[in-house]
């Protein structure tokens, strides 16, 4: 319900003016979640942290998006057959009742021009496109048998983040927040990062709040320029300059609190002052020139730069400090071959190049940190790539088209199994055989990992109880350790 | 919490105890029974006759009465112990009750005994309140009769005396005037305006100003913003690309529809049909933008068909939403769970708005070009001059002359040619053409088949243009069109527009609706706080012939309206919401305000009405956008400083102050702003430069205006901000900050003249930089007190 917020400052107030005790108040407000779920935090603070509705794996998410989708064929998913029909017509069967974004006319299948090997004791067979993910791969679930209803990023990022393919509804870490509030008051709950010098296809409403109060929303931390927007004092103010002022704002706030009797007086009060901390705590955070120079080797970051390198350092750092979600995007995966900036023999190497060192990093370094138990890390893009190559407009590189049937995302701690591989797909690539997951499944997935049942969270918006899996969605439990 | 016995209205009671059904008269199904019916039951035994759990529908006694499946009778009137409802509702065992472990609803036992007491007595059902059409009743008696000053009061009197509450006094002349300055125009008063008041001690001193704020421009705009929240408005079509839509002049129509007082019931004609008016005008035909608002998808590999349906299912749900408060979306894919819109009704509404020609084109035909005839006359003039010298340059080139004097002459030619088409460009860009609705041509007309499940891929029977028969029908005699359409939706005979409109109105000025889903009138929605109040001001809205001034003068010049908002102890306790307007409305400013605000107390607003958006200081990177080489350039002179509604909107990448402040994306309509309270919203008033130029225009201010003694310009500082005279030490502590910030300044030059002129600009003439650099520090506070960001 809508109330949500606004009665939690009216809860505030009965905190602030103790006139009532701290018990049961806003606690039916989280509307859908059980009252009992959230008797344990009752508190009034909407970012407050609110106890799950059941005992969770992870406590936190770091969620990579590759944004344009990077091609599985090429990394994670090997299909010697491919590589034997290269060049040939694909079979008709896979251009029947389709659509694509570029292909046109019959196109011919693209065997990847990739080495695949096993790795680990595992032995999980991947390409020699990521040699640094080889020596995490013991450490991650792999699931083969991804599948998406939408085929164009904007609708397809969406519909992964927000369980539909049009702007509207909250995202998945608004949602995380929504149920879980966050551990660190001075930090946002739900922290989007952003390197490749793009925004992702879907816009902000990929890490949007929706309906759901705009507390929620991702908050964007950016590697250039203010981190948070306007965390900077005016030029001419300095520190000492901002606590004058704000002692000032203060006490004649608390006048108008006293003169008018509102509550809500009260908890502006107490944001302006965590405004203060977080004017220190997020410069500080995003601050990675003080870590050592072995971290900087491990991730190869360069402080200062916009990278996903840094970013994925910056979400080490950010979940350590109690960070609920940290949302990472990194434009250039959309690999269509149309020229060199993003092909198949140029581009998608170099990107990995970029990608695969900081990745390994940051499960090797929530690992040694003991932070991997309890932090779920997911990679995906948004949906696959074909099978064929897409040579539009007769291009003479390689690229593969849009594919909703099968993708391959990963994940690894937070409870999920390790060394392990979900799902398989046709030897083409081109369906799933065995186990598909659904996007909706996912997000149930993810969900149940933080400890919430996704039929449970749920938010009253005109008349009905909405949640992130739309009405549906399975936990893959096959996934879970 | 439902209020279970009398009163029967949402909310209050809410802490004191409830009396219970038994104790109290007859219930009542609308208060007591459908809400409990419609949050646990309906879901499954619903309106949705394609769900209906085991042949069985609760929502009508035909339904509930029938047998079922198993032959059981869900109600048997009278019976209670014979009704299978009752049996499986009060059940503990799990396989047997009522609803299914699996939905997590377990009914209480006072639910229980509500639903049994409610059979016992007869079963009666009754329609839901808002599907009968509102009635004007009598006012209630009251007590205390002085009180009252309208129809309004009556009924928020008789209310609160019923629950042994009092009203307010009378807010303070200053406090009411900043109130009532920011309800109707969005800006604060200036100091001349206060003064003007504080002087004039008439009896009619307050309604000479609320006609003034009426007539004033800034009006139109201050409600403009709300309409174009509901118009989902913006400069950008939205999806990946989000390219730039020249649609401008609808949001300038919006305006000068407000201001001119247009009735309701015209500007929701115009702007659903208004090219199928006789003789529809220049403005008509721009009014029907409105619904050219939805996005249009420009991305590669798309299906166009795809996305116009999109569109359509998003100018259904609006329309309904809009002025009907129905979420009739859920019945797109299905019938409605909880409200009476089949799934085929709903693709009756889609049949009304399925037949214009817009086709998710990439250049939005068909469009409109604004302007005078001879503006128009001209630019074709110039176009035909450049198909001339075209003309003149092909013909030229053909004959292939490659002396010297032909070059020559082939070089004359290309720059008459080129000066040609830049006249001709330079007359079209004053004529911007906007996206508008157009029917196609009858051989041409679509045939509306209900989407299966949603999907316009999966089309099932043809539907006839219709509206669900719950909410009546079109007048007879009207066209079975949009433009009948249109007209049924402002008829007197429809149950919910006027309700919704005035609750929209009342939500503006109070902060929460008298129905608080102001999006939602349904079964599902809370009831209304004042039912006859609710009715009263609809049928009073009709009766003035739909005039939104009449209305809002009619709330603003209420006792009501005009009660101070401090709080009152006896009072929180009881309704600390205020939902029985014991006291007057306090909430925080919406984010357009506060940004006029800030601009105006410091002298820098810009009163420049109408035209293109603008593009005022925005921090570099937020337009970062795939697939797109647009960037943000600064707007010069004025437009800097133009009200907030000007500013670009961009739907993938939205003002940011805006955004940190509640507002929607605009990517679909938003009937309701949820407010938050947030550190981030601190960070921008305090950080953000537009509200640091601000406090430096402020700062200037004081000094110029404000007297010499430092005190006084403390004073004229939260004049300018809060509208009031400083009260309890206020300019005494602004003073110690002053001192104290002058000090550190007179040793810190370079950052004395930092913060006194970045961004605004230069010192002005014979004033030091410590000295504003402390006034500005001053005004940079007061900018962000509570009482300057809310509505007092």
């Keep these: 319900m809508n109330l949500f917020h606004e009665k939690s400052h009216a809860t505030t107030r009965r905190h602030f003016l103790g006139k009532f005790g701290l018990g049961a108040l806003a606690l039916s407000l989280l509307d859908g979640r059980a009252a009992s779920a959230a008797l344990s935090g009752a508190t009034s603070d909407p970012m407050a942290p609110r106890a799950p509705h059941f005992v969770p794996r992870a406590k936190r998410v770091i969620y990579l998006h590759m944004a344009g989708s990077p091609p599985q064929q090429d990394l994670f998913d090997h299909k010697p057959k491919l590589a034997e029909l290269n060049g040939q017509p694909c079979p008709d069967s896979f251009l029947q009742m389709e659509r694509f974004a570029f292909i046109k006319g019959h196109p011919t299948i693209l065997g990847s021009p990739y080495k695949f090997a096993p790795h680990g004791q595992a032995g999980i067979t991947t390409s020699e496109l990521l040699p640094h993910f080889h020596s995490i791969s013991d450490d991650v679930t792999l699931v083969n048998s991804m599948f998406t209803d939408q085929f164009n990023h904007a609708p397809a990022q969406l519909f992964l983040y927000t369980g539909a393919p049009r702007p509207e509804r909250p995202s998945m870490g608004a949602w995380a927040t929504y149920g879980l509030g966050t551990d660190n008051s001075d930090l946002p709950g739900f922290v989007v990062l952003v390197s490749g010098g793009r925004q992702p296809d879907g816009g902000k409403a990929t890490f949007g709040s929706g309906w759901l109060p705009s507390v929620y929303q991702g908050v964007q931390c950016r590697t250039v320029g203010d981190p948070v927007l306007y965390v900077s004092d005016p030029p001419g103010m300095d520190r000492a300059g901002r606590r004058r002022s704000l002692d000032a704002l203060r006490d004649l706030n608390e006048k108008q609190a006293a003169y008018f009797g509102d509550d809500e007086t009260l908890t502006r009060i107490s944001q302006y002052e965590l405004a203060f901390r977080m004017q220190v705590s997020v410069p500080d955070v995003m601050d990675i020139s003080k870590e050592p120079p072995e971290v900087h080797e491990m991730y190869g970051t360069a402080p200062g730069k916009q990278s996903l390198a840094n970013n994925c350092l910056l979400a080490r750092r950010l979940v350590e400090r109690g960070v609920r979600f940290v949302q990472i995007f990194d434009w250039g995966w959309d690999i269509h071959g149309t020229g060199p900036s993003d092909d198949l023999i140029t581009h998608l190497p170099a990107k990995c190049k970029e990608m695969d060192r900081p990745v390994a990093a940051l499960i090797k370094d929530l690992k040694q940190r003991g932070l991997l138990d309890d932090t779920l890390v997911v990679f995906s893009g948004e949906f696959g790539r074909t099978a064929m190559n897409e040579a539009r407009n007769g291009s003479t590189f390689l690229g593969r088209d849009h594919h909703p049937h099968c993708f391959s995302i990963w994940m690894a701690g937070g409870g999920v199994k390790r060394g392990y591989v979900h799902g398989a797909t046709d030897e083409l690539g081109y369906r799933i055989t065995k186990d598909p997951v659904h996007i909706h499944d996912l997000q149930a997935t993810i969900l149940h990992i933080l400890g919430m049942d996704h039929e449970r969270l749920t938010y009253r918006f005109q008349g009905r109880d909405f949640r992130l899996t739309d009405v549906h969605g399975k936990v893959v439990k096959a996934l879970l350790a | 919490m439902l209020g279970v016995g009398v009163p029967r209205t949402s909310e209050p009671s809410s802490n004191a105890a409830s009396p219970s059904p038994t104790a109290a008269g007859p219930v009542d199904f609308n208060a007591d029974i459908r809400p409990i019916l419609s949050n646990n039951c309906f879901k499954c035994h619903g309106p949705d006759e394609a769900k209906a759990e085991g042949g069985l529908r609760l929502d009508t006694l035909e339904h509930a009465t029938a047998p079922t499946k198993k032959n059981h009778r869900a109600i048997v009137p009278g019976k209670p112990g014979e009704s299978e409802l009752i049996k499986r509702v ?685 006034w500005t520090v001053v005004a940079n506070v007061v900018l962000n007190l509570d009482e300057t960001l809310t509505k007092n």
């Design chain 2, 90 to 774: 009060a059940s503990k065992d799990d396989d047997v009750r009522m609803p299914p472990p699996e939905m997590h609803k377990t009914l209480t036992p006072a639910e229980v005994a509500t639903l049994s007491k409610w059979i016992e007595e007869g079963a009666a059902y009754k329609p839901h309140w808002s599907l009968v059409p509102p009635v004007r009743g009598e006012s209630p008696a009251v007590k205390n009769t002085a009180w009252c000053r309208s129809f309004i009061d009556a009924h928020v009197l008789a209310r609160l005396e019923k629950e042994g509450l009092s009203p307010s006094p009378e807010a303070d002349k200053e406090t009411l005037l900043r109130r009532v300055s920011l309800d109707l125009t969005g800006l604060p008063p200036s100091p001349k305006e206060i003064d003007d008041f504080l002087a004039d001690t008439s009896d009619a001193a307050y309604e000479r100003v609320v006609d003034r704020l009426l007539a004033s421009d800034a009006y139109g705009e201050r409600w403009a913003r709300l309409w174009l929240d509901l118009a989902r408005f913006a400069d950008t079509k939205g999806y990946e690309k989000d390219d730039r839509r020249t649609i401008w002049p609808y949001r300038d129509w919006v305006i000068r529809a407000f201001n001119s007082d247009m009735p309701f019931d015209r500007f929701t004609v115009a702007q659903i049909a208004g090219d199928l008016l006789d003789n529809s005008s220049d403005d008509d035909l721009i009014a029907t933008a409105f619904h050219r608002n939805t996005m249009n998808n420009d991305e590669g590999g798309t299906d166009d068909e795809e996305f116009r349906s999109a569109a359509v299912v998003d100018r259904v749900n609006t329309t309904m939403q809009v002025w009907m408060g129905v979420t009739a979306g859920c019945a797109q894919c299905h019938s409605h769970k909880y409200d009476p819109i089949s799934h085929r009704e709903y693709f009756g509404l889609y049949a009304f708005l399925n037949q214009t020609q817009d086709a998710d084109q990439p250049d939005e035909s068909p469009t409109f070009m604004v302007g005078s005839a001879e503006d128009k006359a001209k630019l074709a003039a110039l176009d035909a001059s450049l198909r001339d010298r075209e003309a003149e340059l092909a013909a030229y080139v053909a004959k292939n002359d490659t002396t010297d004097a032909g070059k020559a002459e082939a070089d004359r030619l290309t720059k008459a040619r080129d000066a040609a088409r830049a006249e001709a460009d330079a007359q079209r860009a004053k004529l911007p053409s906007l996206p508008i609705f157009r029917d196609l041509p009858p051989e041409k007309r679509r045939t509306t088949k209900i989407h299966l499940k949603g999907s316009f891929l999966t089309q099932g029977d043809p539907v006839e243009p219709g509206v669900p028969a719950a909410y009546g029908d079109l007048r007879e005699g009207e066209p079975r069109n949009r433009l009948g359409f249109a007209r049924w939706l402002v008829d007197r005979s429809n149950p919910l527009t006027a309700r919704v409109a005035v609750n929209r109105c009342w939500e503006q000025f109070f902060g929460t609706g008298l129905v608080e889903t102001v999006e939602d009138f349904g079964s599902q929605a809370p009831l209304p706080t004042h039912p006859a109040l609710l009715d009263a001001l609809a049928v009073d809205f009709m009766d003035h012939a739909w005039s939104m001034k009449q209305l809002c003068k009619s709330i603003v010049t209420s006792a009501t309206y005009r009660q101070s908002s401090r709080a009152r102890a006896e009072c929180m306790e009881r309704d600390a919401r205020n939902r029985l307007l014991w006291r007057g409305p306090r909430f925080r400013l919406d984010a357009e305000m506060l940004r006029d605000s800030a601009l105006s107390a410091a002298g820098l607003l810009s009163r420049k009405l109408y035209g293109p958006s603008v593009f005022p200081r925005q921090p570099d990177g937020i337009w970062a956008m795939p697939y797109s080489g647009d960037s943000w350039v600064l707007s010069a002179g004025e437009d800097r400083f133009r009200r907030a509604l000007y500013t670009f909107f961009r739907r993938t990448a939205p003002y940011p102050s805006m955004m940190t402040f509640d507002a929607g994306s605009r990517e679909s309509c938003l009937p309701r702003r949820i407010r938050t309270n947030t550190p981030l919203q601190a960070l921008t008033t305090l950080n953000d430069p537009v509200f640091v130029e601000a406090a430096q225009g402020v700062a200037r201010r004081a000094v110029r205006e404000g007297g010499s003694d430092p005190k006084s310009r403390a004073a004229y500082i939260i004049k300018l901000c809060i509208g009031r005279a400083q009260r309890d030490g206020e300019a005494e502590r602004l003073l110690s900050l002053y001192e104290g910030e002058i000090a550190h300044y007179r040793a810190n030059n370079d950052n004395a003249i930092k913060m006194a002129t970045d961004p605004l600009g230069p010192l002005p003439e014979g004033m030091n930089a410590p000295e504003l650099a402390a």
